[in-house]
C-alpha cells in the first residue's frame, strides 16, 4: 500500500506559544494589564487589529512570517527497522527493505454473512420457514370455533379423532396438489407429555479411621566417628549375610533332573581370577595364531643389509584394528614407558565437518586382536599422553576444547577428572598435552595446547581440575617486537629434556615460538619456520640444543635452538604428519607423510637423503602419526582409517659404530650429543656463538 504524506504549514513564534489572530468586533473594549506597574487599561480595538496577550513575545516580522514545516507520513515510528532474514540465494542474512507500518488499534471479529454464501441461503431458507409456521399457526387459531367446555370434554374423543383425521393428508387436497404439504399439528384439546425417571441410587458413605502412627522425637549430634562406627556396623552385619548365605547348601537339578547339593562357595567363582585366566588363554591362542610374526620380531634380520650400506627396509609385524573405530582417524599414538609393549590410541577425526564420537583404545603387542582397554569418548580425542611413572594415570584432550584424565585402575568408563566450561575449558580443539613434573605440594600436572592461542597448566587437586594460564598468545610480545599482529593459534609443543621451564610451540601459521613457564607475557624466541601449519614440534632426546618440526609445506627442519635458521632441511613431497625421534639415536628420525610412506632418516650415514622410503598402507590411505618403541626396534604408525601397524627396523636403520680392535666401544648419552654436535658443527659458521 504506497504510504500517503501531508504538508502542514504552522505559523509560530518561538517556544510553546501560538498567535492567535482571532478578529474583534469594533468598537469594542479591551483590558490591557501593564506588566511593569500592574495596572489595567482598557484599549478600544479597531477592526483589523488582533489582541495580544499580555504573556507573548515580541517577535519581529521575519520572525512572525517564518514558516515551519511539518512533514505527517503514515509511518509507524515504532516499527523496527533493522530486520533481517536468511537469503537462501545468496547464502548470507540481508536486512529486508519494506517493513508492515499498520498499527492497529482496535479489531472487533464480527458475524456477518454475505448474502450469495451458502450459510447466508441457509439462515434466510429457514427464518422464512420460521415466519411461515407462525403466520399458519395464527390464521389457525384465529379461523378455529370456540365450543363450551363441558362440549370438549365429552366430546375430547371425537374431537381428538377428527383432529387426527384432519392431519391426515389427503390426496384431492388443494395444497397437495399445489405441492405444498400441510403441517400436522398438535391435538389441543386430548394432549399429555410423556417423561419419565429413573430411580436414584442412594448414596452410601463409608469412612474408617485407624490408630495414629506412634511419634518420637529424637535429637543427636553427628561427627566423624559416629559416621565411622555406623559404617563399621553396616560392614560387619553384611559380612554376617554372606557368611550364613555360604553356610547354607542350595539345591539344583543336574541335567537327568536329579536334585544336587551346591553350596555357595562354588557358586561364587572369583570373576577376576576368571578374567586374569581367560586373558592369558586368550593371548596364548594369539601367540599360536601369529607365531611367525612373533618369531620374525624376536629374531628376524633382514640379511639383504650387509649388502646395501645407506639403504634400509621396515618389516610389517603385527596390525591393529577395532571395529567399532574403523569410521574414525588415528590422531593419537603414545608408548607407555613401564610396561613396553602397551600403547595408547587416540581416536577421531581432523574434519570438523565430520565430528562425533571419539574413542580411546589401549593396545598390547601379547594381544593384537583386541584392545585391552576401550573407552567411549562423546567428542573426538585429539591427542593422548600416559604418565611416565603413573602408567595408570592417562591424560587426553579432545576435540571440543574439554581435557580428561582416566584412572586405568578404577573400573569405570568414565574420566576421573574432566575440565568445564567453569573450570576454564579451551574454547578450541585441545591438539597436544604432556605431563609434567609434580608441583611443591606433590600434585600431578599436565599441560594443554589449543588452538584458542593459550597454553594452559592442569592441576590435579582432590576431585577437580585446577586451571592457570601459562601463556595467551593474544597478548603475548614476541622478542624484539612491540606487539603481536594476529592471535597465534597453538597446534604442538613440546618440553625441553633437562631444561624444566622451557618449551616451544608451533603454530597455524607455520611459527615456532621459544616459551618459558615464567614468563606469561613475552616470548623467548620467534622461529620462521614453515609456510602452513607445524604439525610437531620435538626436541632431540640426547642433545640439549636441537629439536625437529614437521609442517604441511612437505618440509621436516633440524633446529638448534640457538640460532633462528634450520639447520637441516628435507622436503619429502607431500604433507608430513609427525615426526619422531629414535630413543637409541640422536641422528635417527622417522617421519610419516600422507601419501603412505615412512621416512626413516640417520644423518650420520647419510645428511641429505632418507635410508628408508617405503609405503606401508593402501593407496589413498594418509598416515598420521609415528612412535618409537622405547626399547624394541619397532615402530607403529596410524593412519585415517583407524588402523595402527606396527613395523621392525632393519639393522641399517639402527646400525651402531663398530667396534675397533683393541678399543673399547663408547656408550652412553655423551657418545650421541658427540655424534650430534660434529653434524651441527660443519655447519655452523666460525665464529658462532654456542650455548651447550
Not at 15 to 41: F, H, R, Y
Not at 147 to 175: H, M, W, Y
Not at 261 to 283: F, G, H, L
Not at 467 to 479: H, K, N, Q, S
Amino acid at each position: 500500500m504506497p504510504m500517503t504524506q501531508k504538508h502542514a504549514t504552522v505559523k509560530s513564534k518561538q517556544g510553546l506559544n501560538i498567535q492567535s489572530k482571532a478578529p474583534v468586533a469594533k468598537g469594542m473594549k479591551v483590558k490591557k494589564k501593564d506588566d511593569d506597574d500592574g495596572i489595567e487599561t482598557v484599549e478600544e480595538s479597531m477592526q483589523g487589529k488582533t489582541v495580544k496577550p499580555p504573556d507573548q513575545l515580541d517577535l519581529t516580522e521575519t520572525e512572525l512570517n517564518e514558516e515551519f514545516t511539518r512533514i505527517l507520513t503514515a509511518n509507524n515510528p515504532h516499527a523496527p527497522q533493522n530486520i533481517v532474514r536468511y537469503s537462501f540465494k545468496d547464502g548470507c542474512y540481508k536486512q529486508i527493505s519494506s517493513v508492515d507500518q499498520l498499527a492497529i488499534h482496535f479489531e472487533l471479529e464480527g458475524n456477518l454473512l454475505h448474502k450469495d454464501t451458502n450459510e447466508a441461503r441457509r439462515q434466510v431458507a429457514k427464518k422464512g420457514i420460521m415466519e411461515e409456521k407462525l403466520i399458519e399457526d395464527v390464521v389457525a387459531e384465529e379461523e378455529k370455533p370456540v365450543t363450551p367446555v363441558t362440549e370438549q370434554v365429552e366430546g375430547g374423543e371425537d374431537t381428538a379423532e377428527g383432529e387426527d383425521g384432519g392431519g391426515e393428508e389427503r390426496p384431492d387436497s388443494v395444497d397437495i396438489k399445489a405441492g405444498k404439504k400441510e403441517q400436522k399439528l398438535t391435538n389441543q384439546f386430548n394432549f399429555s407429555e410423556r417423561a419419565s425417571q429413573i430411580l436414584n441410587n442412594p448414596l452410601k458413605e463409608r469412612g474408617c479411621q485407624t490408630q495414629p502412627p506412634p511419634r518420637a522425637n529424637f535429637s543427636a549430634t553427628a561427627n566423624q566417628w559416629t559416621i565411622h562406627d555406623f559404617y563399621v556396623e553396616e560392614l560387619q552385619r553384611q559380612e554376617k549375610i554372606k557368611e550364613k548365605q555360604k553356610a547354607q547348601p542350595s539345591k539344583k537339578e543336574d541335567d537327568k533332573g536329579k536334585k544336587k547339593i551346591v553350596t555357595a562357595e562354588t557358586q561364587s567363582d572369583d570373576i577376576t581370577k576368571v578374567a586374569k585366566v581367560s586373558k592369558i588363554i586368550e593371548r596364548m591362542v594369539n601367540q599360536n595364531t601369529f607365531d611367525d610374526i612373533a618369531q620374525d620380531f624376536r629374531y628376524f634380520e633382514d640379511a639383504s643389509d650387509e649388502f646395501r650400506e645407506q639403504e634400509g627396509t621396515l618389516l610389517p609385524l603385527w596390525k591393529f584394528q577395532y571395529d567399532k573405530a574403523k569410521c574414525l582417524s588415528v590422531t593419537a599414538l603414545c608408548w607407555n614407558q613401564k610396561y613396553k609393549d602397551l600403547f595408547a590410541v587416540g581416536l577421531g577425526s581432523y574434519d570438523f565437518t565430520k565430528q562425533g564420537r571419539g574413542m580411546l583404545l589401549f593396545y598390547s603387542m601379547k594381544n593384537p586382536t583386541y584392545p585391552e582397554f576401550v573407552f567411549t569418548t562423546p567428542s573426538g580425542v585429539m591427542c593422548v599422553d600416559i604418565h611416565e611413572h603413573l602408567s595408570y594415570l592417562v591424560v587426553v584432550g579432545f576435540y571440543d576444547g574439554c581435557v580428561a584424565v582416566y584412572n586405568l585402575k578404577e573400573q569405570s568408563e568414565q574420566p576421573a577428572y574432566m575440565s568445564t566450561v567453569k573450570t576454564g575449558k579451551h574454547m578450541d580443539p585441545v591438539w597436544q598435552v604432556k605431563w609434567q613434573k609434580d608441583d611443591l605440594d606433590s600434585n600431578h600436572n599436565f599441560f594443554s595446547v589449543s588452538s584458542d592461542g593459550r597454553v594452559v597448566s592442569w592441576t590435579l587437586v582432590k576431585n577437580e581440575l585446577v586451571f592457570t594460564d601459562i601463556i595467551d598468545f593474544e597478548g603475548a610480545i614476541p622478542d624484539g617486537q612491540s606487539s603481536m599482529h594476529s592471535t597465534a593459534c597453538g597446534t604442538a609443543f613440546d618440553f625441553h629434556k633437562q631444561i624444566d621451564y622451557l618449551f616451544l610451540v608451533g603454530t597455524e601459521e607455520g611459527k615456532i615460538y621459544k616459551c618459558s613457564k615464567s614468563y606469561s607475557s613475552q616470548l623467548l624466541e620467534t622461529y620462521d619456520a614453515h609456510n602452513m601449519a607445524v604439525y610437531a614440534v620435538r626436541w632431540n632426546h640426547f642433545h640439549p640444543n636441537v629439536f625437529i618440526s614437521c609442517s604441511a609445506d612437505f618440509n621436516v627442519k633440524i633446529w638448534d635452538h640457538t640460532v633462528t635458521a634450520p639447520m637441516f632441511t628435507f622436503d619429502l613431497n607431500a604433507a608430513v604428519g609427525d615426526v619422531a625421534w629414535a630413543p637409541y639415536s640422536s641422528a635417527v628420525f622417522a617421519a610419516v607423510t600422507t601419501d603412505g610412506e615412512v621416512h626413516v632418516f640417520d644423518l650420520s650415514i647419510n645428511k641429505f637423503e632418507a635410508l628408508c622410503q617405503q609405503a606401508v598402507v593402501a593407496k589413498k590411505t594418509k598416515l598420521t602419526h609415528i612412535e618409537f618403541n622405547p626399547v624394541h626396534p619397532i615402530i607403529i604408525v596410524g593412519d585415517d582409517r583407524g588402523y595402527v601397524t606396527s613395523l621392525k627396523l632393519s639393522p641399517n636403520l639402527r646400525k651402531k659404530p663398530k667396534e675397533k680392535k683393541g678399543q673399547e666401544l663408547q656408550k652412553g648419552p655423551e657418545v650421541e650429543i658427540a655424534k650430534m654436535e660434529k653434524l651441527l658443527s660443519l655447519l655452523r659458521e666460525p665464529g658462532s656463538n654456542q650455548q651447550n
